[in-house]
């Protein structure tokens, strides 16, 4: 290797570990809003970012991947409302079925919210977390600088790359090595590629920092920011585990476009302290568990199948026993059942039927508990009181689309 | 100047002057004359800017402008064939109900990128090799019964323009051609597709894309331009078929 390529990789790796080094927390004291009540764009681009952004939601708006729950849609606008008070009038909120944990803030105030992310949350304040979160992005104008740092950074990436081309030739022409400018530009570039990622997730960081102010100020307890990370990285592990696999997260690379899991929930603890420590007299918080309980008990056997069926166990496994933490009922008992029963590892028939027994020993079985603890039942040889039992599931669902196939099973 | 610069601007000049348009259809097609109805779906059509670093900022005044001007085109060209044209502007004037046009729209894109990826990209399928046998279904004949059109056309269109900064990087690039490291920036250029759906079968007969490097649909001249290269030379399906094999 020749000096001047010892220093060009040199300046790759140092580049390299700006890129990935850990930023310092931001305080949420020091979020303020970046837009007026009622903004809009004056700038040609933040005008042509809108107007695309209007393209898409009038897609959504009729899309067929909507949740379809006026009861849940108006909570999530009321939860908003909390929030932002009267600059809630400025979001619309669209809930997509979308099992991954995750929801997104278009520039126009477009907010898109996943329906695995509601199947994950524990309370009103976890739920309030994710929006606050979305909600920052929006007040701090974060699509729009992000946009304007990329075409910045990929306009120097351009011109590097094309003067190198002209560099190259010109030393080539002199009978020099072309080589490295080549080497000097592919790392300059390297650098600035770092760099775009780097600033999107230093906007991460500010918005978890507003997002946990905005639901501290909203009455919700601030500690709830950092436990809803603290569940996705125990969720990651188990999932990691049950595959035998090495936990690895993903998020810990100078590419993400996210700081690390574990780094944002350190400093979301952290700043929740500060809050908690800041607010003179102590404000009393209410995480609610039970409104959130309440709104979400319609559509959780949904939410919940969406999740198991995608059969990684240990993820079905982790969020029914996460969610039982607040206690077990039937629908929880039956879905740690259907984990078992997908899983099918030795013993996980035997761990399936103990499920459902306890399922449907609940008030609140879902029909289904009924119907999978007589299958259960039918193949451990107890015919009684295996056909009993689909008996129930079918006073429960006489129109159930397996209705006919269960007739046949109580015949034989 | 060198034989090598000569050749680099030459190329650029080539290349700069340069609209393709390709078409494939079904191999019985043949355009629509005498009495028919004729339905133009809303066009999707969007302008932007081309940053330095080759990525296109929509423009919503140049969007909207171009938009008007499709439509006007559109309008222009179809009068001269003979049939009845409607064309819908917005999604609600296309008759059926909006929900059921939307499907339709989204369904017409998942299909319509497949013809491009595997009839025009490098992706060919065995299958469809020397034939072009593309369908909506059931959906597009449920709109044709609903509004009583023969033909649905839909349309596609994108223009963009080299920022200043692009342009720069492109004379940079240029440079380097001269001295034999070449780095080409494209420019700005416009990309457009038009199918033909018969929806008393739901089938696309007929489809063309457009490739340009010149031209500018942000003018009412422009516009008909590209209309008139995309619509005007519509061929039966066996003069093309053959072709696109």
């Known amino acids: ?412 | 100047m060198t034989k090598r610069m000569r050749g680099a601007i030459l190329a650029a000049v080539t290349l700069a002057g340069c609209t393709q348009t390709r078409q494939v259809a079904d191999i019985g097609f043949r355009p629509p004359e005498g009495r028919y109805r004729l339905i133009v779906m809303r066009p999707d059509v969007s302008v932007g800017l081309l940053t330095a670093g080759g990525a296109v900022e929509l423009r919503e005044d140049w969007t909207l402008a171009a938009r008007a001007n499709i439509l006007h085109a559109i309008e222009a060209q179809q009068a001269a064939r003979g049939g009845t044209v409607t064309v819908a502007a917005t999604r609600e004037v296309a008759g059926s109900t909006p929900a059921a046009v939307a499907d339709l729209d989204r369904l017409h894109q998942a299909v319509g990128t497949a013809i491009r990826v595997h009839k025009y990209a490098r992706a060919k399928l065995p299958t469809k090799k020397g034939r072009f046998d593309w369908t909506l279904g059931d959906d597009a004949v449920r709109f044709g019964r609903a509004t009583g059109y023969d033909y649905a056309l839909f349309l596609h269109a994108e223009d963009s323009f080299a920022s200043a900064g692009r342009v720069a990087v492109q004379a940079l690039g240029m440079l380097g051609c001269a001295v034999g490291f070449c780095v080409i920036a494209q420019g700005g250029r416009q990309a457009a597709f038009a199918s033909l759906v018969e929806l008393k079968t739901g089938r696309i007969v007929w489809f063309n894309t457009l490739a340009s490097s010149v031209g500018d649909i942000r003018t009412a001249d422009g516009a008909d331009r590209m209309i008139a290269s995309l619509l005007d030379r519509m061929k039966p399906g066996s003069a093309v078929t053959a072709s696109a094999r």
Request: proline share 4%; with cysteine; aromatic share 8%.
């Open chain 1, 1 to 412: 290797m020749t000096t001047r390529r010892a220093v060009v990789a040199g300046c790759v790796c140092g580049c390299a570990f700006a890129g990935a080094a850990r930023s310092a927390r931001v305080r949420p004291a020091e979020m303020q809003a970046l837009v007026g009540p009622g903004y809009r764009p004056a700038d040609a681009d933040e005008r042509g970012m809108w107007h695309d952004f209007a393209r898409l939601e009038a897609e959504i708006a009729s899309s067929n991947r909507l949740l379809g729950s006026p009861a849940m849609q108006r909570y999530a606008e009321g939860v908003i409302a909390r929030l932002l008070g009267d600059r809630a009038a400025e979001t619309r909120v669209y809930l997509i079925h979308d099992h991954a944990f995750n929801a997104s803030m278009a520039p126009n105030g477009m907010m898109i919210v996943n329906t695995g992310l509601l199947a994950r949350c524990r309370d009103e304040a976890q739920f309030a977390t994710v929006l606050g979160h979305e909600c920052a992005h929006y007040l701090r104008r974060h699509s729009l600088q992000r946009w304007r740092d990329m075409r910045t950074k990929t306009g120097i990436i351009a011109f590097v790359g094309a003067g190198t081309g002209l560099a190259a030739g010109v030393a080539a022409a002199a009978g020099a090595y072309p080589g490295t400018w080549i080497d000097v530009a592919n790392a300059i570039n390297a650098a600035l590629v770092l760099s775009i990622m780097r600033f999107t997730r230093a906007q991460e960081a500010e918005a978890d920092a507003y997002g946990v102010r905005l639901i501290e100020q909203a009455g919700y307890p601030p500690g709830a920011a950092s436990a809803i990370w603290q569940q996705v990285i125990e969720e990651d592990r188990a999932s990691a585990r049950a595959r035998g696999r090495r936990y690895r997260d993903a998020t810990r690379s100078a590419m993400s476009s996210h700081p690390p899991n574990r780094e944002r929930m350190l400093d979301l603890s952290a700043s929740a302290r500060e809050l908690e420590a800041a607010s003179a007299p102590p404000r009393r918080y209410d995480g609610g568990r039970e409104a959130w309980r309440a709104a979400i008990a319609p559509l959780r056997a949904r939410l919940l199948e969406e999740q198991i069926g995608l059969n990684d166990p240990g993820v079905s496994l982790y969020l029914v026993t996460a969610l039982a933490r607040d206690g077990w009922d039937g629908l929880l008992r039956y879905c740690e059942g259907e984990a078992y029963r997908l899983r099918d590892e030795p013993g996980d028939a035997a761990r399936a039927a103990t499920a459902y027994a306890r399922a449907v020993a609940s008030d609140d079985a879902p029909p289904e508990a009924w119907r999978a603890h007589g299958y259960a039942l039918l193949k451990a040889g107890d015919a009684d009181r295996g056909r009993q039992s689909l008996a129930r599931y079918l006073e429960r669902r006489p129109d159930a689309s397996d209705a006919a196939m269960v007739r046949f099973a109580l015949t034989r």
